[in-house]
């Protein structure tokens, strides 16, 4: 096992990454910004080191910062959370350049699903469904009208260096999409360095479906079941549940085999995720794009399969076995807290006064802030993520109900009550929803 871990991230991803590193006996140092000074990560590590940057947002992003703080406290391995680095190939292989052991995949890995008109037809060629759209990055406006005619309306403009439902835009028409096209790339130039943009067929009614796939050391990859992902804003995901309640035996089946085969498309190593677009009418799914790193809606896996997925992650970085449990068993949903408007969404943040935590049978808070504690606006407004496991997905939902009522938060905005709305709406109640549910609301 690893003696030694640095982890590269901030929050509730770096608290619950100590959490499981403590528990085996690893040494555990954590880099921070200054206005994280006062969060639980950093008291919780064995050893924390300042990153000192102009913005703060960037201090988690500065490569030879990381790379000094690694050497300075003899870090043997770093684990790089979600987010900030966690998907750079040039720090993954800066990392392993160093001697130390990374804790995802390997840099090769990361960069070809990074790039997701390379992924997508890596993915087309291992016989991975994926939707109608361009293999190629669309130059200009005029390329991305023609190439829409080809494709039909409506239509999604993604940046191709993109992730995590950053940088997309739908367009119903032609008139739309010129104005959209110029929006993505220009967003994608600012925020990835990458101007370059796909298109894909845009289906107005639809899941979002992911698989957690884990690359093993002896070679092979396997498939952990699903997470129903759909409720979101913004392309950005609010609550997410396994296994997913819309899908068939054998269609389920049939995605975790197809998440199995674009794993093995790229010698996957490490814990990573497929993210599959599914379409109810018809029962058809399609490659949307892999995560390699471990997601943030990690715990309802763990949940269902008993299984805990950072304790893999470092077991696979050190060339270690991992047992895979092969079946799942009971319902599990997570609901990301977020310092934001419960009606708008517009971040919220604030000097927390009041943190009480639910607690009961099935209940699990992962969480990165405290009473006395200050969400700054700097960084991702998460502040925690509620998990709920039950035999069943309506003793689930029961369960959540009063996990969220008994979570008390005062000072910063937060989106609790959007939650409980939610878990009272008879379309989310049946299971019977899509990507649609907060827009209709």
Request: hydrophobic share 45%; with cysteine.
């Amino acid at each position: 096992m690893i003696e030694s871990l640095l982890v590269a991230n901030r929050g509730e991803i770096a608290r619950r990454i100590i959490r499981t590193a403590r528990r085996l006996g690893v040494r555990t140092i954590a880099v921070y910004a200054e206005p994280d000074a006062d969060l639980p990560f950093v008291a919780e590590a064995d050893q924390a080191v300042a990153l000192t940057a102009a913005q703060p947002a960037q201090a988690y992003r500065d490569v030879p910062a990381v790379l000094a703080a690694a050497k300075e406290t003899g870090a043997q391995a770093v684990h790089p959370g979600y987010g900030f680095l966690s998907e750079n190939p040039d720090f993954a292989r800066a990392v392993v350049e160093q001697g130390l052991r990374w804790v995802g995949p390997a840099p090769e890995a990361i960069a070809a699903m990074g790039d997701k008109i390379n992924a997508r037809n890596l993915m087309s060629a291992a016989g991975v469904p994926v939707a109608p759209g361009t293999v190629e990055p669309v130059p200009d406006a005029d390329a991305a009208l023609a190439a829409a005619a080809e494709i039909g309306y409506p239509i999604m403009v993604k940046a191709a260096a993109g992730g995590g439902g950053m940088g997309m835009a739908v367009a119903a028409d032609e008139a739309a999409l010129a104005t959209e096209y110029a929006k993505v790339a220009g967003f994608a130039e600012r925020m990835f360095g990458d101007p370059a943009v796909l298109l894909e067929r845009y289906f107005p009614r639809v899941r979002h479906v992911e698989a957690q796939v884990l690359g093993l050391a002896d070679g092979r990859v396997v498939a952990l079941g699903e997470r129903e992902c759909s409720v979101q804003r913004r392309n950005q995901k609010l609550v997410e549940e396994s296994p997913s309640p819309a899908l068939t035996g054998e269609q389920r089946s049939a995605l975790l085999a197809a998440a199995v085969r674009a794993g093995e498309a790229v010698d996957y190593r490490n814990a990573g995720t497929v993210e599959f677009l599914f379409a109810p009418e018809t029962g058809e799914f399609f490659f949307l794009e892999m995560n390699t790193r471990l997601q943030v809606e990690h715990p309802v896996t763990e949940a269902v399969y008993g299984i805990d997925l950072v304790e893999a992650q470092l077991r696979i970085a050190a060339g270690e076995p991992v047992t895979v449990p092969t079946e799942p068993a009971g319902h599990a949903i997570e609901l990301r807290v977020n310092a934001e408007d419960p009606k708008r969404f517009f971040p919220g943040p604030g000097a927390i006064t009041e943190w009480v935590e639910p607690t009961g049978e099935g209940v699990r808070v992962d969480s990165g802030y405290a009473a006395g504690t200050t969400v700054t606006p700097h960084f991702d407004s998460l502040m925690a993520k509620l998990i709920v496991y039950a035999p069943d997905r309506s003793q689930a939902l029961a369960r959540l109900r009063t996990a969220v009522a008994e979570f008390q938060i005062a000072g910063p905005k937060h989106n609790l009550p959007f939650f409980a709305e939610l878990l009272d709406n008879d379309e989310f109640v049946s299971g019977d929803y899509d990507t649609g549910i907060v827009s209709r609301r």
